[in-house]
């Protein structure tokens, strides 16, 4: 397997950011060295140095007192000095991610005193998504290789449509091979004019003749029944005239049922507005004295400084407010760290627009 990215760095200090480091690089696509203790017995610096030999990009992380070792042990007993010094060697590009309280010690020894004047970008764990964008973005040479979502998701839909039409018209085509095997055609019959006798032509046209007359006889048997039945129809209506009208007798209606109540709708009691003040409910806990605190919602507010200037702005979930507070309540002298790492200073009042 070849890999892109090497990390080294101190089991004691360094692993726990060196592991959510690697977890994420691997997540994102890239090749990574990171776990090195299966090598580390047999032929551990051959294998080492491949490694570090088909990487672009080396990470180094530097916590506080990394480099103490290298004044005391022996090289070939130091697992990050002998990687830092062959990588400088190799011409790799070398990011160092430098720790809280690290500081490079003066009087490197001459094989990895190159890595001071390295940089790298610079860690806050407060801001760690900054500083993992900034890492990939600015400072790694390997680029990201993961094919995005939206293509994964159109190659799916694809191939998903491809196979349902496949199906369809397998289908089909089964369907039309059944009905064409139990089909039975009918043969065709023909009689030519000439094989008919001509004894068999007149008796079909006598036939014809004596059913005209039959159905005229018919015709005229219709109309003298129909002309006796309205002789019938007109001496019964001429006896109904004659009979006194029946008298009709309205049955009464039943009453209509009573309507229904009509049902109360309950009325919600408004909801009492939010109190201009900041409150618990925008960030964890009821802080008291000179104390930080971080916002876990938007907030638009109105800020009034020390020279009672007024500022109208928005406070962005994560940002950090440090002052002075009182069981809960800011009562003045703050600062306010912002996502885009400025700062505004000498806060007295704060109000919730």
């Given at each position: 397997m070849k890999y892109d990215i090497f990390i080294s760095y101190r089991r004691d200090g360094g692993f726990e950011l060196a592991k959510h480091i690697y977890d994420l690089l691997k997540k994102d696509g890239y090749s990574v060295s990171f776990d090195m203790e299966t090598l580390r017995s047999g032929n551990f610096n051959t294998e080492l140095l491949k490694r570090i030999d088909e990487c672009n990009d080396f990470l180094v992380i530097l916590n506080k007192g990394a480099f103490d070792r290298c004044f005391t042990t022996d090289k070939s007993n130091d697992w990050l000095r002998t990687e830092l010094s062959y990588a400088?060697?190799?011409?790799?590009?070398?990011?160092?991610?430098?720790?809280?309280?690290?500081?490079?010690?003066?009087?490197?020894?001459?094989?990895?005193?190159?890595?001071?004047?390295?940089?790298?970008?610079?860690?806050?764990?407060?801001?760690?998504?900054?500083?993992?964008?900034?890492?990939k973005d600015k400072f790694l040479l390997t680029k990201q290789k993961t094919v995005s979502k939206q293509i994964i998701i159109i190659l799916i839909s694809i191939f998903v449509v491809a196979l349902a039409l496949g199906l369809f018209f397998l289908l089909n085509k089964n369907k039309d091979d059944i009905t064409e095997q139990h089909a039975f055609p009918l043969p065709d019959i023909e009689v030519a004019k000439d094989t008919i006798p001509q004894a068999t032509v007149k008796e079909e046209k006598n036939g014809v003749v004596k059913d005209k007359k039959e159905k005229e006889k018919e015709k005229e048997t219709k109309v003298t029944a129909k002309e006796t039945k309205t002789t019938v129809k007109e001496t019964d209506n001429a006896t109904k005239k004659t009979e006194p009208a029946a008298t009709k007798i309205e049955e009464p209606k039943p009453a209509a049922a009573p309507a229904a109540p009509a049902q109360e709708t309950p009325i919600k009691d408004p909801e009492p507005p939010r109190s201009p003040l900041l409150s618990a409910t925008d960030y964890n806990g009821v802080p008291s004295g000179r104390t930080e605190v971080q916002f876990i919602k938007n907030l638009s507010v109105q800020l009034t400084l020390k020279n009672d200037s007024v500022i109208n702005t928005t406070l962005q979930k994560g940002e950090f407010l440090n002052g002075d507070w009182d069981n809960g309540r800011f009562v003045g002298n703050g600062e306010l760290k912002r996502n885009n790492f400025e700062k505004i200073k000498n806060i007295k009042k704060i109000v919730v627009r």
């Open positions: 400088l060697e190799k011409g790799k590009n070398i990011i160092p991610v430098m720790l809280e309280g690290f500081e490079f010690p003066n009087n490197l020894p001459e094989d990895i005193a190159e890595i001071t004047v390295k940089n790298g970008p610079k860690y806050d764990k407060y801001y760690f998504d900054n500083f993992y964008q900034r890492l």
